[in-house]
């Protein structure tokens, strides 16, 4: 049974950081690309960031880029978020969520979510 259980939520004054994990079981972690998805209050599930199986590509919403980074730890069966300068918009539900080898921007391709964390950015 794949377990995908994400940590690292929390309120935080804007310009602050936060640093999201995601750890998962009961799949070979490294054979699959992660991604992170938001969703906020009244609005639609939305791609943050995804990272592929080789690590060798990344990808980022306009929205985040130049101060999110996504990062991996295969041999922890983990995923990573890194938020930095964050703003009150990115205040959210943060999702990480699994598919085989490589990214997708769209919600419905990936096969395994965790429940999520909550991030708030006070202003």
């Known amino acids: 049974q794949v377990q995908v259980v994400e940590s690292g939520g929390g309120l935080v004054q804007a310009g602050g950081s936060l640093r999201l994990s995601c750890t998962v079981s009961?799949?070979?972690?490294?054979?699959?690309?992660m991604g992170w998805f938001r969703q906020a209050p009244g609005k639609e599930r939305e791609g943050v960031s995804c990272?592929?199986?080789?690590?060798?590509?990344?990808d980022y919403a306009t929205s985040v880029k130049g101060r999110f980074t996504i990062s991996r730890e295969n041999a922890q069966n983990t995923l990573f978020l890194q938020m930095n300068s964050l703003k009150p918009e990115d205040t959210a539900t943060y999702y990480c969520?699994?598919?085989?080898?490589?990214?997708?921007?769209?919600?419905?391709?990936?096969?395994?979510w965790g429940q999520g964390t909550q991030v708030t950015v006070s202003s």
């Open positions: 990272i592929n199986w080789r690590e060798d590509t990344t």
């Open positions: 009961g799949l070979n972690f490294g054979n699959y690309a």
């Open positions: 969520a699994a598919r085989p080898w490589s990214c997708s921007a769209y919600h419905s391709d990936y096969s395994y």
